[in-house]
């Protein structure tokens, strides 16, 4: 059916063109191209998203979406003036067709080898087989049958028309060698390589360019002349000529191909970036590339940005597990108030999925300027992020660079269904409210990178940073402590009954100590610390934060330790601990939120802490089996490994 009706409106199109002057059917095809802009979101927001990469101005959205909308423009010109193709005769030609640089045919055609007049998808390239008939050489369309049979069938009618032969793809290879060899002239295109194509450097980034054309060439040294069209105005049209192209040899096959095509790449690039207007932008250029760039947007808060990194990590081992290359990036984002930022985050929830334009227009008067251009400078191809005030920023700046969207906690008033995968943490009580999509994983802690991997590195960094105290072995007590949150608190006090049970134990199981605070422990807790351990003789490593960290410590502390101790309020640490496998004791305390006390339950529930009071703290470490059989280690990152795999 749709065959049938495409077949009708053109054969429609064509009648009323005949009546109509050519300046007016072009104006109704600006027109037409306007509404196909309208309709095609899709389409349009992959076009937009390929612009920034390639031509706009500083990659900026505004000035993407104006060279957009007049490639939609000149797409509607182009499909009007097919149908102008049944009564363009050689006066039409002279009047409005100009041939720059004419005398590289007669060149091209003095090699005796035959020529390939090679176009990329822009402009008007069903006029070439008219123009070059009314030239008085033979011309040869190789072409690709469209999918619907009976409008091919009439594009093809009207190629003949005008004098032109034509070769099909799947069946005309040999007849394309003949032709070459009798130096007559075909046609090909050679962007949109597809999986088959050669892999180059295409504004870059690495694209699939198409290699006929350049096969042809190597084999039977034919000539090659890049073509680019051009609109001038209205019907008034430019064919430009580029110098005589030869394919150049080193006697590696594989290698010629790759130069060669690279060079071409070049020569378009360099009239794409003149007449970028003039391309069809709306497939995905770069999908069989074989790198990726990933953004991870920080809030500014160290723990949700530790998680994006873990995601991170593991979307770049499962990324370059497949060949691909990784680059990693990161972007600090910030709102110019919190009314901004909600103001943003409304919006984004009131926007589609192919409609953010509106809202990413905008975006300059809530988004910091400064944020704004450092966001604006990325290209992504995954975003990841983490934190409810980062989620409408993901879920538009990943519209905007057509990008897959990855969101780390609960996102603020836009439903997770939106992102290519959401991680929500159990105590996030968000997950209540929804049943899990496919796209959705339910953690139980938050994301880390620690695995055996992590921790070996981590632990070979720390004994070779001159921070111990002799080599640790035997049984060692590593001990994390936080700072103050909403409604807990970690002062001298806890210090000071923290110490004593720890010593307790220390001395009954003769082990070591490896104690670190973070920077958010207060100064009196810091000074009670370093009273009670800085001479202590079984403290083997002691780390005040906030005066000398070592990136390595956490994680040393993690691999070096059989049993770890935590402050309650940290849901990082805690969740750190758990993932490292080892026995992790977490003493509780006063003034926790709801959230932390769901989350503390939890993981008591399924073994993978114990909890207790301070004063216990000896008597649960003391009363815990030597082995590993009564604690569970924490496996979230499995989990999610396995969702990035379905969405990568």
């Known amino acids: 059916m749709a065959d049938y009706i495409s077949c009708a409106l053109f054969r429609a199109l064509s009648l009323l063109t005949r009546f109509l002057p050519p300046g007016f059917s072009l104006f109704m095809g600006r ?11 899709r389409h349009r927001a992959i076009a937009c998203s390929n612009i920034r990469r390639a031509v706009a101005e500083n990659g900026g959205y505004i000035s993407a979406s104006r060279i957009t909308r007049k490639a939609y423009q000149s797409f509607g010109q182009n499909l009007v003036e097919i149908s102008f193709i049944p009564r363009i005769d050689r006066d039409y030609l002279e009047k409005y067709i100009h041939l720059e640089n004419r005398n590289y045919i007669d060149e091209a055609f003095g090699r005796g080898k035959g020529v390939i007049f090679l176009a990329v998808h822009e402009g008007n390239w069903e006029l070439s087989n008219i123009i070059c008939a009314n030239l008085g050489f033979p011309f040869v369309l190789f072409v690709r049958d469209q999918g619907f049979p009976r409008l091919n069938a009439l594009l093809n009618s009207y190629r003949l028309k005008r004098g032109a032969q034509i070769l099909h793809k799947k069946t005309g290879l040999r007849q394309l060698i003949e032709v070459l060899k009798e130096n007559k002239s075909i046609g090909m295109t050679f962007d949109q390589g597809g999986k088959r194509g050669e892999i180059v450097d295409f504004f870059g980034r690495r694209a699939s360019m198409s290699t006929g054309a350049v096969k042809l060439a190597l084999k039977y040294d034919c000539s090659i002349i890049p073509v680019f069209y051009t609109r001038e105005r209205g019907p008034r049209m430019k064919v430009i000529l580029d110098s005589v192209y030869t394919a150049v040899r080193s006697g590696n096959p594989g290698e010629d191909l790759r130069e060669n095509v690279s060079r071409l790449s070049r020569i378009y690039e360099k009239y794409l970036c003149r007449y970028p207007y003039e391309y069809l932008w709306t497939y995905k250029i770069w999908k069989y590339g074989r790198e990726r760039d990933v953004l991870v947007l920080s809030d500014g808060k160290a723990g949700h940005l530790r998680q994006s990194e873990s995601v991170a990590g593991m979307a770049g081992r499962r990324l370059s597990s497949c060949g691909i290359k990784v680059n990693l990036s990161f972007c600090e984002v910030s709102f110019r108030s919190r009314a901004h930022r909600i103001l943003f985050g409304l919006l984004a929830a009131l926007s589609g999925r192919n409609s953010y334009g509106f809202c990413w227009r905008y ?32 879920y538009i700046f990943s519209r905007v660079n057509q990008a897959k969207s990855i969101i780390l906690m609960r996102p603020s008033g836009i439903g997770t269904g939106r992102f290519d995968l959401a991680v929500i943490p159990r105590h996030d009580r968000g997950h209540l409210f929804f049943t899990p999509a496919g796209n959705t994983v339910i953690t139980e802690g938050a994301l880390n990178p620690v695995d055996a991997g992590y921790l070996k590195e981590k632990t070979e960094g720390l004994k070779h940073s001159g921070m111990l105290k002799g080599v640790p072995g035997g049984v060692c007590i590593g001990v994390l402590i936080g700072g103050n949150s909403r409604g807990f608190r970690i002062g001298a006090d806890t ?11 220390a001395e009954d199981l003769d082990a070591g100590i490896l104690i670190t605070t973070s920077r958010r422990t207060q100064q009196a807790a810091e000074q009670e610390i370093k009273k009670e351990f800085a001479g202590y003789p079984r403290c083997r490593l002691m780390v005040i934060a906030n005066e000398k960290n070592h990136p390595d410590t956490v994680g040393g502390i993690l691999g070096l330790s059989s049993i770890l101790v935590t402050s309650p309020e940290s849901i990082s640490m805690i969740s750190e601990s758990a993932a490292s496998g080892k026995r992790v004791i977490v003493f509780d305390g006063p003034g926790l939120s709801a959230k932390h006390r769901r989350f503390l339950d939890n993981f008591s529930r399924k073994k993978y802490i114990s909890l207790c009071s301070i004063n216990d703290l000896a008597y649960s470490i003391g009363a815990m089996p030597r082995g590993r059989e009564d604690t569970e280690q924490l496996r979230d990152n499995f989990k999610v490994f396995e969702a990035l795999e379905r969405v990568l």
Request: proline share 2%; no cysteine.
């Open 31 to 41: 027109r037409l191209g306007d509404a196909v802009y309208f309709f095609d979101r």
């Open 363 to 394: 975006a300059g008067r809530m988004i910091r300027e400064d944020s704004l251009r450092a966001l604006e400078r990325h290209r992504p191809d995954i975003i990841i992020s983490a934190g409810d005030r980062l989620s409408a920023v993901n």
């Open 495 to 505: 210090v000071r009954a923290l110490a004593g049970q720890i010593k307790r134990v």
